[in-house]
C-alpha cells in the first residue's frame, strides 16, 4: 500500500439506507450516487412525493467579503436579494444565503462540474473569504412532487406552498430540529426542494422523512429518474 | 327504562342504516354508526356512566359535549376517555372505573356516609398528625385516588404533528363561526375553520331558535353550503383548538395528529356551555342540562326518559320543552325561575301546547337512587331561598337551562381576562389581546340573527387585518340577545345539602362557603383550598357558580372577584398528542456502522453515538482493560469524529485565538498545534481543545463533544462585538476524524502514507501536517491524549469509512484494534489530563484545576483574564489533585463522592478508575488547598458512607516525563 494510491469514490452518508431501499449506484464523477431503485415507475413517484439523495454529488459554498465579486467573476450570476437561487446557464444553481455567503450546487444533468473549477480556482493567498466544505458538511437531499410542500408542512415550520414559497426562493431554517438550507427548484412543472443539512445528522433526516412522506406514498426516487425531468 | 330511538329527522349525526355492537362492563349493546359511547348507552337504557371521585355517586350524562367528567369510560387501551365524544365502533370494550365492586353496586359509595367528616380541605388538616402517620394512610389514599387504568401493555400509537398556514383561523363551526369564515374568505383571505364536532353548524345542529322548530336547520344549511363551496375556506371537523399560544400559535389535536397552526388573525367563535343549576340531588342521573337533552335528540335520536321537568329561567328552555314534546316526551311542568317571565315567541308557543309552566318556582331537590324518580319544586322566596309550599312531580329527566359561561379559554391564553358582568349575569370576555377576534356566544350574544351578523363582522375585520380590505364592513348589529339568558342566581341551598356546585370533586354550597369561612377569600387560593375548579372538566360547569357564592360568602359583587387563571390545554388531550412524534436528532460519524458491525456497545455523547467499548456488555470491564493494553503495548484507534472542529481563518485569526483562548498564539508556528484552553467572562473553565496552524491566517481548533456548538456560538458572540477580520466556520461534520495511537501508530501509518515525513524530527509531537492517507486528502495532528505515540487523522467526512478502513487494513499485521470512550478516558486519567465538564464545574477557574500553565499572563486580554486575576489574587478555596488509594481491594469510591475532613464536605472526586497500566486505583479529586501537597492523605466518603483513605501522588500518574508520546 502507498500514500499514491487513487482516491476512493465518494459514496453517500446514507449509502447503507439507499441499499436497503433497494438502490443501485451508478459513478457520477468521482462519485456513487443512487441511480435508481429496485420496484415501480420512479417519475410516478417523483410527480407525487419523491425522495433523492444526491448527496455524493459536487457542492461548495464561499463566504467572507468579496466573495460574491470573485463568484461573479468566475461567471457565476447571483441575484441582489439575500435567500433567492439563481439557475445558471449550464443547469447549476448559486444560492445567496446572505450578502458573502453563496451555496453552489453543481446541476443534476451532465453539465459543466462548476464546483470543481470554482474550488480549483480559490486560492487562500490575500483571499478575504472561504470555501465551506459543502459537499461533506452537508447532506444533500431533492424532494420532489406535489405533495412535497404539504410533507415539509410536518418537519418544518416554514410555509412551502407553491403559492407562498416561490421558486428559487432560499430558507434557513430548522427541519426536524436541525438546521438546515432549503431551496426550491422546480423540475418543470414539478415542484421540488433542496434539502441541505448536517451530514452526521444525514440518516436521521432520510429516516424522518420517510416517516414524513408515507402518508403520502412518498419513496425514494433515483438520479436518472430525476435527470429524465431535466432533459 | 329504554327511551329507544326517535324517528328522523331527529338523529343528524346516526346512520340507522349501519348497526353495530359494543360492550359496556361486560354487556353487549346495540349502537348506530356515528353514535357515540354515551348516546348509545342513552339509547339502551343505561343511565350511570360513571362514579364520582370522592363519595361515588352514579353520574349519568350532564353535556354531552365532552365538557364533564361525569361521562369519563375506560376503554382497552385508554383510561378517562369521554364517553359522550368517543365514537362507538363494533366490538369496542367500554367500561366503568373508579369503583370497587361493580359499576351498579360501587362498595366505595359507603364513603359518603362520611361526609361529615370530611369537610372542604380536610386532607390538608388530616393524615399528618400524630407524626408518622402518613406512613399508614398513605398506602389507603393512594388506592382511592386516581382515575382509571393504564394499560404498560398497550400498543404504540402513531401521532405526529404538522403546521398549517392560513390568513385567518376560525376556531368555532357554529352560526358565528361559519359566518366569520365564509366573510373572510369572500374577502380573499385563506381561512381555515376548526370545529371539535362530527359536523359543522353548532347549536344549529341540536338547539332551537324558533317556534316551529325550522329556522336552526335551514340557516345551517345555508352556512355550511357556502363554506364547503368556497375554495379559500377549509373545515376541519372533529378537530379540537387545545391552545393558543404566542403570535397566534394555534394548537390544534385532530385524531392522532397536533395541527400547529399559524394564523396571521384567529377569530373565536367558539361558543358557550350551559350552566348547571345548583340543588339537593343535582347530580342524579337524568338530570341533566336542556342542551345535552337537545343534542341527544337532535344529533343521536335518542329520547333521554319518558316524562321530564325543565327548569329554565330563559326562552332556551322553552325550546327544549317544544323539542321534547315534538319528540313524544311528556313535559311534566316547566319551573320558570323567574316570577314574571315576559312573552315571547318559543314561551307562548309551549304555552298553546298546554305546558303547565310554574313561574316563580325551582327544582329544589331531585328524588330517587339509581336515577332521578321525581322533583320536589319550591317557589322561591329570595335569592336562593325556597321558604314556600314545595310539592313534587314524578318525573324521569330534568332539564336545566338557566344560563350559560363562555367557551372563552383560547382568548384567556393569549391574555383575555373573563370578567362578571352584572346586566347579563355572565362572566364576559375583556381586554381582548390584537390580532383576536371575537364572534357569538362567546362574547355574549345569543340572538342568532345578531350571531350572524357578529360572525360577519369579526370575519371581515380579521380578513382586513391581514390585508384582505376590499370589502364593504358589515353592519354590526345592535342587540345581542345577551340580557335576560343566565338567571343571577341558580344556587338554592338545602338544609340537607347534597346540592353539588362542582361534580368533578363532590364539592357542595358548605364547601365553598366553608373554604372563604377559613379564609381562602381570594379566588385563587379559594380554588386550591377547595379544589373547585381543578378536576378534569376545569370549572367549566362550576366557576360560575363558585364566583357567585365566594361573593356572596364575602359581602362583595361577583365582579370583584376575578376568576382563576386558564392554562392550556383547553380539553383534556392523550399523552400520545402530547409525547407523540418529537424530534430527536441524533448525529452518527462516518465509520459508525463499522463501530457496529464490530460488536460496539454505543453510548450517547451530547447527539452524537460512540463506541464506549468494543464486545459483549457482560465482559465490558475486560474489554477496557484490553483496549486500554492494546494503545499502551501495540496499535489502535478510536474514532474522534465528535470532536468539534471550527476554521478560523482570516488576517486576525491569530489575535481572534488570542482574545478566545487563554494560551498565547501570535507567535504559534505554523506546522504547529497548541493546546487551547477557553474560559468564560468569569475565569471558569468552559471548554478545551488543539489549534492547529496551518497558515499564518488559518487556525483549525478542536472543541469538546459536547461543547463544540457552544464554542461555536461563542466565537460569532464576540466576533459580532470585536469586529476582527476573520472567518469562523463551524466544520465539525465535515470533518470526520480517527486517533492511531501506540507504540506501533506510526508503522502502521506510514504503511499507507508517503507524502508525509512521519518521522519523530520532522514530525514531532504537536506538529501538524497536510497530507494524504490511503489516497484521501487529511490533516494530521500529533497530540496525546492518552499519552502514547499517535496522530489524529482528520479527513472529509464522505472518506470516513474508507479511512477507518484503510487503518483497519494496514494495521491488521500489528494486531491493530478499535478502542471506545471508555478506555480512553482510563488512558487519559493514567496521563492526568481532564474531561472538561468531569473534572471540571460551572466555577472551576485554570488554577484550582492546576491548568495554570495554559493562562498567559502577558497577553493584554483574553474571555475571562480579568476574572481570572481576581481569583488568583485571592486565597484558593480547592484544588484539583491526584491520588491514589493505599488499598485498592476494598469498594471503590465513585465519581461525586465527595471529600471530607472533620465531617465537612471539602470537595468531591471528578475521576476514579483502577488503572491496568499502574496496577492500582488512582483518580483526580477536589480537596482543600493544604491537602494538595504530594504526599497528603484525605478521605473520601465512599459507598455506604465508608470513608476512604486516599494519598496525593503526583500527575501524570503514568509516564510522568512525557516520552511516550513524544517518541
Given at each position: 500500500m502507498d500514500g499514491q494510491v487513487a482516491r476512493p469514490p465518494r459514496r453517500s452518508f446514507i449509502y447503507r439506507e439507499l441499499e436497503a431501499a433497494g438502490a443501485r449506484f451508478v459513478a457520477v464523477g468521482d462519485a456513487e450516487v443512487a441511480a435508481h431503485y429496485a420496484g415501480d415507475d420512479?417519475?410516478?413517484?417523483?410527480?407525487?412525493?419523491?425522495?433523492?439523495?444526491?448527496?455524493?454529488?459536487?457542492?461548495?459554498?464561499?463566504?467572507?467579503?468579496?466573495?460574491?465579486?470573485?463568484?461573479?467573476?468566475?461567471?457565476?450570476?447571483?441575484?441582489?436579494?439575500?435567500?433567492?437561487?439563481?439557475?445558471?446557464?449550464?443547469?447549476?444553481?448559486?444560492?445567496?444565503?446572505?450578502?458573502?455567503?453563496?451555496?453552489?450546487?453543481?446541476?443534476?444533468?451532465?453539465?459543466?462540474?462548476?464546483?470543481?473549477?470554482?474550488?480549483?480556482?480559490?486560492?487562500?493567498?490575500?483571499?478575504?473569504?472561504?470555501?465551506?466544505?459543502?459537499?461533506?458538511?452537508?447532506?444533500?437531499?431533492?424532494?420532489?412532487?406535489?405533495?412535497?410542500?404539504?410533507?415539509?408542512?410536518?418537519?418544518?415550520?416554514?410555509?412551502?406552498?407553491?403559492?407562498?414559497?416561490?421558486?428559487?426562493?432560499?430558507?434557513?431554517?430548522?427541519?426536524?430540529?436541525?438546521?438546515?438550507?432549503?431551496?426550491?427548484?422546480?423540475?418543470?412543472?414539478?415542484?421540488?426542494f433542496h434539502l441541505l443539512g448536517d451530514s452526521a445528522s444525514a440518516r436521521y433526516m432520510w429516516h424522518c422523512l420517510a416517516d414524513a412522506a408515507r402518508e403520502f406514498g412518498g419513496r425514494p426516487v433515483g438520479l436518472e429518474a430525476v435527470r429524465s425531468l431535466i432533459r | 327504562m329504554r327511551a329507544g330511538r326517535l324517528p328522523e329527522p331527529f338523529g343528524r349525526f346516526v346512520d340507522r342504516a349501519e348497526?353495530?355492537?359494543?360492550?359496556?362492563?361486560?354487556?353487549?349493546?346495540?349502537?348506530?354508526?356515528?353514535?357515540?359511547?354515551?348516546?348509545?348507552?342513552?339509547?339502551?337504557?343505561?343511565?350511570?356512566?360513571?362514579?364520582?371521585?370522592?363519595?361515588?355517586?352514579?353520574?349519568?350524562?350532564?353535556?354531552?359535549a365532552g365538557q364533564d367528567a361525569n361521562t369519563l369510560v375506560q376503554l382497552a387501551d385508554e383510561p378517562n376517555a369521554l364517553a359522550d365524544v368517543v365514537p362507538v365502533s363494533e366490538g369496542l370494550a367500554v367500561g366503568g372505573q373508579n369503583y370497587s365492586g361493580s359499576l351498579g353496586n360501587d362498595r366505595a359509595a359507603l364513603l359518603e356516609r362520611l361526609a361529615p367528616f370530611m369537610p372542604v380541605g380536610f386532607y390538608y388538616k388530616a393524615f399528618y398528625k400524630?407524626?408518622?402517620?402518613?406512613?399508614?394512610?398513605e398506602g389507603v389514599v393512594r388506592r382511592l385516588t386516581g382515575l382509571g387504568r393504564v394499560n404498560a401493555e398497550a400498543p404504540h400509537g402513531y401521532y405526529d404533528?404538522?403546521?398549517?398556514?392560513?390568513?385567518?383561523?376560525?376556531?368555532?363551526?357554529?352560526?358565528?363561526?361559519?359566518?366569520?369564515?365564509?366573510?373572510?374568505?369572500?374577502?380573499?383571505?385563506?381561512?381555515?375553520?376548526?370545529?371539535?364536532?362530527?359536523?359543522?353548524?353548532?347549536?344549529?345542529?341540536?338547539?332551537?331558535?324558533?317556534?316551529a322548530g325550522e329556522r336552526a336547520g335551514r340557516v345551517r344549511d345555508e352556512l355550511v353550503r357556502a363554506a364547503k363551496n368556497h375554495p379559500r375556506l377549509k373545515v376541519y371537523t372533529g378537530a379540537v383548538a387545545e391552545a393558543l399560544y404566542e403570535d397566534n400559535w394555534l394548537a390544534v389535536v385532530h385524531g392522532n395528529r397536533l395541527y400547529k397552526v399559524r394564523a396571521h388573525t384567529v377569530v373565536v367563535a367558539a361558543g358557550a356551555f350551559e350552566q348547571p343549576m345548583v340543588f339537593r340531588n343535582n347530580d342524579l342521573p337524568g338530570i341533566m342540562l336542556g342542551s345535552a337533552a337537545q343534542r341527544l335528540m337532535r344529533l343521536y335520536a335518542v329520547a333521554p326518559g319518558r316524562r321530564a321537568v325543565v327548569?329554565?329561567?330563559?326562552?332556551?328552555?322553552?325550546?327544549?320543552?317544544?323539542?321534547?314534546?315534538?319528540?313524544?316526551?311528556?313535559?311534566?311542568?316547566?319551573?320558570?325561575?323567574?316570577?314574571?317571565?315576559p312573552s315571547s315567541e318559543m314561551k307562548d308557543a309551549a304555552l298553546a301546547r298546554g305546558l303547565r309552566v310554574v313561574a316563580g318556582h325551582t327544582v329544589f331537590e331531585g328524588l330517587g337512587k339509581k336515577r332521578v324518580a321525581g322533583v320536589r319544586m319550591a317557589e322561591i322566596t329570595g335569592q336562593g331561598e325556597c321558604r314556600g309550599a314545595s310539592f313534587t312531580v314524578d318525573c324521569d329527566l330534568v332539564c336545566v337551562s338557566v344560563g350559560y359561561a363562555p367557551t372563552a379559554a383560547l382568548l384567556c391564553h393569549a391574555g383575555a381576562k373573563l370578567a362578571y358582568d352584572e346586566a347579563t349575569a355572565t362572566l364576559r370576555p375583556d381586554r381582548i389581546p390584537p390580532g383576536m377576534h371575537v364572534a357569538g356566544a362567546v362574547g355574549g350574544a345569543h340572538d342568532l340573527d345578531a350571531v350572524i351578523a357578529e360572525g360577519r363582522f369579526a370575519g371581515w375585520?380579521?380578513?382586513?387585518?391581514?390585508?384582505?380590505?376590499?370589502?364593504?364592513?358589515?353592519?354590526?348589529?345592535?342587540?345581542?340577545?345577551?340580557?335576560?339568558?343566565?338567571?343571577?342566581?341558580?344556587?338554592?341551598?338545602?338544609?340537607?345539602?347534597?346540592?353539588?356546585?362542582?361534580?368533578?370533586?363532590?364539592?357542595?354550597?358548605?364547601?365553598?362557603?366553608?373554604?372563604?369561612a377559613d379564609g381562602f377569600e381570594e379566588i385563587e387560593l379559594l380554588k386550591r383550598y377547595s379544589t373547585s375548579g381543578m378536576g378534569p372538566s376545569q370549572g367549566r360547569?362550576?366557576?360560575?357558580?363558585?364566583?357567585?357564592?365566594?361573593?356572596?360568602?364575602?359581602?362583595?359583587?361577583?365582579?370583584?372577584?376575578?376568576?382563576?387563571?386558564?392554562?392550556?390545554?383547553?380539553?383534556?388531550?392523550?399523552?400520545?398528542?402530547?409525547?407523540?412524534?418529537?424530534?430527536?436528532?441524533?448525529?452518527?460519524?462516518?465509520?459508525?456502522?463499522?463501530?457496529?458491525?464490530?460488536?460496539?456497545?454505543?453510548?450517547?455523547?451530547?447527539?452524537?453515538?460512540?463506541?464506549?467499548?468494543?464486545?459483549?456488555?457482560?465482559?465490558?470491564?475486560?474489554?477496557?482493560?484490553?483496549?486500554?493494553?492494546?494503545?499502551?503495548?501495540?496499535?489502535?484507534?478510536?474514532?474522534?469524529?465528535?470532536?468539534?472542529?471550527?476554521?478560523?481563518?482570516?488576517?486576525?485569526?491569530?489575535?481572534?485565538?488570542?482574545?478566545?483562548?487563554?494560551?498565547?498564539?501570535?507567535?504559534?508556528?505554523?506546522g504547529r498545534g497548541r493546546y487551547a484552553l477557553m474560559t468564560d467572562p468569569s475565569g471558569a473553565i468552559v471548554d478545551d481543545g488543539v489549534a492547529c496552524r496551518f497558515a499564518e491566517d488559518h487556525y483549525y481548533v478542536t472543541a469538546t463533544t459536547g461543547g463544540a456548538d457552544g464554542v461555536y456560538q461563542n466565537m460569532l458572540w464576540y466576533n459580532a462585538q470585536w469586529r476582527l477580520a476573520v472567518d469562523i466556520s463551524n466544520v465539525t461534520a465535515a470533518w470526520c476524524g480517527v486517533n492511531i495511537a501506540g507504540p506501533k501508530s506510526r508503522h502502521v501509518l506510514s504503511r499507507i502514507t508517503r507524502d508525509v515525513d512521519l518521522s519523530a524530527e520532522a514530525f514531532p509531537y504537536m506538529g501538524v501536517r497536510h497530507g494524504t492517507v490511503a489516497g484521501i486528502p487529511v490533516r494530521l495532528l500529533r497530540v496525546g491524549f492518552v499519552g502514547e505515540l499517535g496522530y489524529e487523522i482528520h479527513a472529509p467526512a464522505a472518506f470516513g469509512e474508507v479511512l477507518w478502513d484503510a487503518l483497519v487494513e494496514a494495521g491488521r499485521e500489528a494486531g491493530i484494534r478499535p478502542f471506545g470512550v471508555e478506555a480512553q478516558r482510563l488512558l487519559r486519567l493514567e496521563k492526568g489530563h481532564i474531561i472538561i465538564g468531569q473534572d471540571t464545574d460551572g466555577l472551576t477557574h485554570p488554577h484550582e484545576a492546576e491548568m495554570g500553565w495554559a493562562v498567559s499572563g502577558k497577553k493584554p486580554f483574553f474571555v475571562g483574564k480579568r476574572a481570572i486575576e481576581i481569583q488568583t489574587a485571592r486565597p484558593i478555596t480547592r484544588r484539583l489533585v491526584g491520588f491514589a488509594l493505599a488499598n485498592g481491594s476494598g469498594p471503590l469510591p465513585e465519581e461525586c463522592h465527595l471529600t471530607v475532613r472533620a465531617g465537612e464536605i471539602v470537595g468531591r472526586v471528578t475521576s476514579v478508575v483502577r488503572s491496568p497500566a499502574l496496577g492500582r486505583v488512582i483518580g483526580l479529586a477536589y480537596v482543600a488547598p493544604d491537602q494538595a501537597e504530594v504526599g497528603s492523605t484525605f478521605h473520601i466518603k465512599g459507598p455506604g458512607g465508608r470513608l476512604i483513605a486516599a494519598e496525593v501522588v503526583p500527575v501524570p500518574f503514568y509516564d510522568p516525563d512525557n516520552q511516550r508520546q513524544e517518541l
Open positions: 420512479e417519475t410516478q413517484a417523483l410527480s407525487s412525493l419523491g425522495i433523492a439523495d444526491l448527496s455524493p454529488l459536487p457542492r461548495t459554498g464561499f463566504k467572507g467579503d468579496g466573495a460574491v465579486d470573485w463568484l461573479a467573476a468566475q461567471g457565476i450570476a447571483i441575484g441582489e436579494a439575500s435567500n433567492h437561487a439563481v439557475r445558471q446557464a449550464d443547469g447549476a444553481l448559486a444560492a445567496k444565503l446572505a450578502p458573502g455567503e453563496v451555496l453552489v450546487l453543481d446541476g443534476l444533468g451532465e453539465g459543466e462540474a462548476i464546483c470543481a473549477r470554482l474550488d480549483a480556482a480559490w486560492t487562500p493567498v490575500a483571499s478575504a473569504f472561504w470555501p465551506v466544505p459543502r459537499r461533506d458538511g452537508a447532506f444533500w437531499f431533492l424532494v420532489t412532487g406535489e405533495h412535497a410542500a404539504t410533507m415539509f408542512a410536518k418537519v418544518c415550520g416554514v410555509d412551502l406552498r407553491p403559492d407562498k414559497f416561490s421558486n428559487h426562493a432560499v430558507a434557513q431554517t430548522s427541519v426536524a430540529r436541525t438546521n438546515a438550507i432549503v431551496v426550491r427548484d422546480d423540475l418543470g412543472a414539478v415542484p421540488a | 348497526a353495530q355492537t359494543f360492550t359496556f362492563e361486560g354487556r353487549a349493546h346495540p349502537a348506530l354508526a356515528g353514535d357515540t359511547v354515551a348516546s348509545a348507552l342513552m339509547a339502551a337504557g343505561v343511565t350511570t356512566l360513571s362514579r364520582s371521585f370522592k363519595y361515588h355517586r352514579r353520574r349519568g350524562v350532564l353535556t354531552m400524630p407524626k408518622g402517620a402518613w406512613k399508614l394512610w404533528k404538522m403546521y398549517l398556514f392560513c390568513d385567518v383561523a376560525v376556531v368555532g363551526g357554529g352560526p358565528a363561526g361559519l359566518s366569520a369564515a365564509i366573510e373572510a374568505a369572500a374577502a380573499g383571505a385563506e381561512v381555515m375553520l376548526f370545529d371539535d364536532q362530527p359536523a359543522p353548524g353548532g347549536a344549529l345542529n341540536y338547539a332551537r331558535f324558533d317556534a327548569a329554565t329561567a330563559n326562552d332556551h328552555g322553552y325550546g327544549v320543552a317544544l323539542d321534547l314534546l315534538d319528540a313524544g316526551i311528556e313535559v311534566a311542568a316547566v319551573a320558570d325561575l323567574r316570577p314574571d317571565p375585520a380579521a380578513a382586513a387585518a391581514g390585508g384582505f380590505d376590499g370589502r364593504a364592513e358589515p353592519k354590526f348589529p345592535n342587540g345581542r340577545g345577551d340580557v335576560g339568558v343566565n338567571h343571577p342566581w341558580p344556587i338554592f341551598p338545602h338544609p340537607k345539602g347534597k346540592e353539588f356546585v362542582d361534580f368533578d370533586e363532590d364539592l357542595v354550597v358548605a364547601d365553598i362557603e366553608n373554604a372563604v360547569q362550576s366557576a360560575l357558580a363558585t364566583v357567585r357564592l365566594a361573593a356572596r360568602a364575602r359581602g362583595r359583587p361577583p365582579a370583584e372577584m376575578g376568576t382563576t387563571t386558564v392554562r392550556p390545554p383547553a380539553l383534556p388531550e392523550t399523552f400520545g398528542v402530547l409525547a407523540g412524534r418529537s424530534f430527536n436528532p441524533e448525529r452518527l460519524t462516518p465509520a459508525h456502522h463499522r463501530h457496529v458491525e464490530a460488536g460496539a456497545r454505543m453510548m450517547v455523547a451530547g447527539l452524537w453515538w460512540r463506541p464506549a467499548f468494543y464486545g459483549p456488555p457482560e465482559r465490558r470491564d475486560e474489554c477496557i482493560v484490553e483496549e486500554a493494553t492494546a494503545v499502551r503495548a501495540n496499535v489502535a484507534i478510536i474514532d474522534v469524529s465528535t470532536l468539534g472542529g471550527i476554521e478560523v481563518r482570516g488576517a486576525d485569526a491569530a489575535e481572534f485565538m488570542n482574545r478566545m483562548y487563554t494560551f498565547a498564539y501570535k507567535k504559534q508556528q505554523v
